[in-house]
């Protein structure tokens, strides 16, 4: 969704793993891990999209996908509507100079034996030549590894350009990973759960950070995380996924604030938000007491994935998975509840059901 076309865009991204297991006649065991299934998304210019989920429900898989750290089992990743699977390391260097990774553990994603000049020397090296053609170096060099200081707000650039990784903080560190990913100059940023691990109170300037180089430099954001009051924070636009389908998408006010699918609600019900973010449908939620644990991934039965935790579920829910249908322009829901269908279940949110437009 969105009025652009997007920079990056993925289609029935699916990633089945094999699961473990006895091998039988010599052969490994059929049996596949569903970590992710038919996921759809746009990255747009100048957005943030966010994936949210609990553990486990395929957000990291989807990043690596669309990163090309792993390869598709099925579906498609288009960038600027070119089908961008990439074969060989030169398409690959190409393909990372446009989309680039931030990962969760700043301190694991920088070597600790070298200073901060050694790491984006490197990036830059790697992604920027001299003006004049060639390695840049020299008074270049010095300018551009400044201005990458300064691009994440680590200033004056001196103070930091010496220093080891142990030397600084988690968000000062992250900060460098960002630094790093900047020298490339890409069009998009996949961020997973690049804040997670870091003390609560410098969060928020590693998400002002994001979303100031999403202005200024109007990079397209995935935010991946498992946190939904941080999406609706950040994010323009969030997508909920669920044991590796998504369950609703739309922009992050209405899904945080109207969350259509019962799984969001849960979500936003469990959402530690002083800003109330769980309202009404959260209460249904916590009242009918919707505990359990998401699915087995291996090879999963038909039906909604979230319908033996859903306090509506009925047998067509059991039965057959609802496909992601548009509840109004900007929102989609993977429910029954929001079909056409005689014998949807009631999902029980009058004021969160919008005439079914498709
Ligand atoms: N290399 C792998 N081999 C087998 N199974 C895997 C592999 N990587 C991930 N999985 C499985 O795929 C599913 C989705 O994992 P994924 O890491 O994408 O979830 P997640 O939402 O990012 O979870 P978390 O927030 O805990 O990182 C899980 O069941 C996980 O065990």
Known sequence: MG?????????????????GGRRVNGRP???????VDGVDLELHRGQVLAVVGESGSGKSTVARLLAQLIPLTGGQVLLDGADARVRGRRAFRAYVRRVQMIFQDPFASLNPVHPVRHTLTRALRLHRR???????????????????LERVHLTPAVRYVDSYPHELSGGQRQRIAIARALAA???VLLAD????????SIRLGILNLLADLRDRLGIAVLYITHDIASARYFADRTTVLYAGRVMETGDSESVTQEPLHPYTRLLV?????????????????????????PPSLVDPPPGCRFA???????????????????VSPERAAA???????????????????PEVTA
């Open 3 to 19: 009025t652009s076309s997007p920079v990056l865009a993925a289609h029935g991204l699916t990633k089945h793993f094999r699961a």
């Open 29 to 35: 065991p059929a049996r596949a891990i569903h970590a």
């Open 130 to 148: 001299q003006s004049t053609g060639g390695t840049l170096r020299g008074d270049e060099l010095e300018a551009a590894l400044t201005e990458l």
């Open 185 to 187: 100059e890409p069009e």
């Open 193 to 200: 759960e690049p804040v997670s691990m870091l003390d609560v």
């Open 269 to 293: 019900a469990s959402a530690p938000d002083p800003d109330d973010l769980a309202g009404a449908g959260a209460a249904a939620v916590r009242d009918q007491g919707t505990g359990g644990e």
């Open 308 to 326: 033996p935790r859903c306090p509506y579920a009925t047998d067509l829910c059991r039965s057959e998975t609802p496909e992601l249908v548009a």
């Open 335 to 353: 429910c029954w509840g929001y079909s056409d269908r005689d014998d949807r279940p009631d999902v029980g949110r009058p004021a969160a059901r």
